[in-house]
């Protein structure tokens, strides 16, 4: 495998480790840090998240953790012991008004000698400078922003049931609170995306704001989404109607760019989607798609883009600077960054959307649920058709080995217009047939649902 570059996002600024060999572990990485920023790590594990909430073991290596590049690893700079390894602290002293001669933490010699807040001095990172020298280094820090005219992805299409189920559950609060869920369907050729299944995850989420938990089922559902032959195409997220030309949030923007990144693999073109769903002072529900820019995606991989109080701005880290229509700015309207995607609707022909959402605060999933379902059997379903849930079928997960009976039963869900000559014909005939699923899982799933 080729050396990479990852990045090393720290509280004091964030850095490349060049020349990344795939065969070094997190503690060869830990110790190249502290001797090429000359600074000394806290105990506490490098992690693949800010929150720390991904530490790594130190004896696993680059290859083994999956790390690509142009990753971040996080950690945190001890700031307490920054004197005896920062040459710019070993001379720094301040005297205080009422006489007192006292040793500067190196944040505070950072803004006063650092090449950048954060950075180190120009003299601690290399002896001799030209001034070609300097601006290339400056230009790295540097964001002159302008507006995407188009986004990536042309159109995406969401399947009209899982819409309006999402909305439907949003009027018990009156839209009064937000909620997040990751749309579920195919990237198609022409640069489009046809969603066929929204999944929300565990939540806590306010007016204005929104976290999303640990997720337990996680594995299920990216292995499940895979069997049926879709991925994760976007995210969805509804809030309460805001003042005029407030779109965004920077958490908001920020999250989204980071999906795209993600999405990509880097800072790349990618059809991944946001879409936007509130109401108007009328109570009229509006859905509006979104894509961030990539100048957005390459700011927000680099750090440079920061939560503010202020509504629909990000905050520029001190540690860059950002020129808006030629004037330097600390702070950046989102509008900025976002690019429109076309939204259009249809009817799923892959799945149903019936079965209640798990996560949802006052619903749980049960077996009445998936007796109510299979009893529409023969009624212009057949039962492959029912099974074709995805909701439904994460509830079996629960009942169903995930490595032998959930493929089974996604194979033929996935092959069933093969099989059974197409779901219309099916309908129109009002057929109970099962196509290719086996009759042994038929009569696990009726027994699990009560259904003779």
Known sequence: MPLITLRVRTQVGTWRLKDVSPNETIRQLRQRIEKEHKTILVETPISLDPSGERPLDETDTVCRLGLSNGDFLHCQVDETKSGSVHEATRSGKLITKDGNIVAQEYTSQSKQKGFREGMMALGDIKRHWTLDDYLRLDENFVYKLKRQDES?????????????????????????????????????????????????????????????????????????????????????????????????????????????????????????????????????????????????????????????????????????????????????????????????????????????????????????????????????????????DFHLLLFLCDFLDLSHDLPALCRAITEREELEGGRERERERGSARTGGLDEGYQLLIRSLAGVD
Not at 158 to 168: E, I, M, S, V
Not at 252 to 280: H, M, N, P
Request: net charge negative; glycine share 6%; aromatic share 10%.
């Open 152 to 388: 990536v992805c042309k159109k995406v299409s969401l399947d009209t049931a899982a819409l309006q189920d999402f909305q439907q559950y949003m009027w018990n609060f009156n839209f009064r609170r937000m909620r997040v869920g990751y749309l579920y369907g195919s990237f198609l050729p022409h640069n489009e995306v046809r969603v066929e299944c929204i999944y929300e995850p565990p939540q806590i989420t306010t007016d204005t704001s929104f976290e999303l938990l640990e997720d337990p089922q996680e594995s299920r559902v990216e292995v499940l989404s895979s069997l049926l032959n879709l991925q994760r195409v976007g995210w969805i997220f509804v809030h309460p109607p805001r003042e005029e030309g407030f779109f965004m949030s920077a958490a908001e923007c920020i999250f989204a760019a980071e999906l795209q990144c993600e999405a990509a693999g880097g800072v790349e073109d990618t059809c991944f989607v946001t879409v936007k769903v509130t109401i108007t002072p009328e109570n009229t529900v509006t859905v509006e798609g979104f894509q961030m820019s990539k100048q957005c995606m390459e700011m927000v991989a680099e750090g440079v883009l920061e939560l503010t109080p202020h509504l629909g701005a990000c905050a520029v880290n001190k540690t860059f600077t950002c020129i808006v229509e030629g004037k330097e700015s600390r702070e950046v309207d989102t509008s900025f960054f976002l690019t429109v995607v076309p939204i259009s609707q249809h009817e799923s022909e892959q799945l149903v959307n019936t079965f209640p959402r798990a996560n949802r605060e006052g619903i749980l999933q049960t077996r009445e649920d998936l007796k109510k379902q299979i009893n529409k059997v023969g009624k212009g379903w057949s039962l492959v058709d029912l099974l074709a």
